[in-house]
């Protein structure tokens, strides 16, 4: 009930999401926000491509992903400060994950390592007088919070790389 995808899906999912992430993860650089219209493209993207590659039941089971991320999601932004754009990025980037055995532990390996790279990929920028000047009204270089776009981006991008490595 839970197929993985097959190489071709692996791959469109990964062409479609590879522009959005990097939007998303320069659009919170800039302006420590993450759009809505890209949480739109995401789901977007899911609703018409998976409609198109994946069975229609792993497809509607996807939607639990979804649902669950986005109540703790909610309470994350509730009670621990969580930015919304966030919490919905990650909640329509959990459509993408699979129920395969051992996905869901992946997924959150790939969380882990793509918060910790954008940390550090952050705070390296940032040090980098050239291009601080460069782009010198991007509010990230001075917020004292840490931009989470770019490390949700970096992990959906990863998880989907990873898809199209196993299914190959």
């Known amino acids: 009930m839970f197929a993985a995808p097959s190489f071709a899906a692996a791959c469109l999912f990964l062409l479609a999401m590879t522009p959005v992430c990097l939007w998303v993860?320069?659009?919170?650089?800039?302006?420590?926000?993450?759009?809505?219209?890209?949480?739109?493209?995401?789901?977007?993207?899911?609703?018409?491509?998976?409609?198109?590659?994946?069975?229609?039941?792993v497809w509607a089971w996807r939607w639990v992903n979804f649902?669950?991320?986005l109540a703790i999601g909610f309470a994350l932004f509730a009670f621990a400060g969580f930015g919304a754009g966030d919490v919905k990025f990650v909640s329509v980037a959990a459509l993408f994950v699979s129920h395969e055995p051992g996905q869901i532990s992946l997924a959150m390996i790939c969380l882990s390592v793509g918060l910790l790279a954008g940390l550090g990929v952050h705070q390296l920028l940032k040090r980098l007088p050239a291009l601080t000047r460069a782009t010198s009204g991007w509010r990230s270089w001075t917020a004292k919070r840490t931009p989470?776009?770019?490390?949700?981006?970096?992990a959906l991008w990863i998880y989907l790389a990873l898809a199209v490595l196993a299914a190959a």
């Open 67 to 69: 649902a669950v991320v």
């Open 25 to 57: 993860a320069a659009t919170d650089l800039r302006d420590m926000k993450i759009r809505n219209v890209a949480v739109y493209t995401t789901a977007g993207i899911f609703v018409f491509l998976g409609l198109a590659v994946l069975p229609p039941e």
């Open 148 to 154: 989470a776009g770019v490390g949700l981006a970096l």
